[in-house]
């Protein structure tokens, strides 16, 4: 293993791929960022990185069926998960809960290198533009609730709880996580428009704040 970690970030999250990628870059890393699992299968076979870290969900391929895959092929090298949701561990080398904690990246960076750890600051740049694209997720949240489409509602929620703890909102990942529980628990569906509203709240106050 080189002193410099090549890895690979699979995560369909534009604003969460910048971030945990400028943080593992952060921690000496050399960092390829994909958007789906599909693209780090293709990366991960070519042999010319030391770890995957891989988000579930995502387009095209997801992380459980990359990892999979992978797997078959005869794949050994380390394969992370991460994860606003519980999920088994089977065949992959750990489960990195959402949102990743500073300690989470930094540990998993120093089995695999011998970087020294540094402070990692969100860029004011990125922390706008994720602030930027609230208001498009408000709209989102509010359409899909109107037209009673509720897996795209728990699609989006799931979304939000694993990125805005990530940008120092987890009052943001609290209130999307009772939303997508309770659409993934069947509640009466009654009871989605007071979560909505909290959380469509909260969009609002972070993008004014």
Request: aromatic share 6%.
């Amino acid at each position: 293993m080189s002193e410099t970690t090549r890895l690979i970030l699979a995560e369909d999250d534009e604003f969460l791929r910048q971030l945990l990628q400028m943080h593992c870059e952060a921690l000496g890393a050399k960092v390829t960022a994909v958007a789906n699992g599909e693209e780090a299968v293709s990366l991960a076979l070519s042999y010319e990185f030391d770890v995957l870290l891989m988000d579930i969900q995502m387009p095209v391929c997801d992380g459980i069926q990359a990892m999979t895959l992978l797997r078959q092929l005869g794949y050994e090298r380390p394969i992370y998960a991460m994860s606003a949701d519980p999920v088994s561990a089977d065949g992959f080398t750990a489960v990195l809960t959402k949102p990743l904690q500073e300690q989470d990246v930094y540990q998993l960076l120093q089995q695999h290198s011998y970087k020294a750890p540094v402070p990692l600051v969100v860029a004011p740049e990125l922390l706008q533009q994720f602030l930027h694209s609230l208001p498009g997720l408000h709209t989102q949240l509010s359409r899909c609730h109107l037209e009673q489409n509720w897996q795209e509602l728990q699609r989006l929620s799931h979304k939000l709880k694993g990125s805005a703890g990530s940008f120092g909102y987890p009052e943001i990942s609290t209130a999307a996580n009772r939303l997508q529980q309770a659409i993934e628990q069947q509640q009466p569906v009654t009871s989605f428009a007071p979560l909505v509203t909290k959380l469509s709240q909260l969009l609002q106050e972070a993008n004014h704040g």
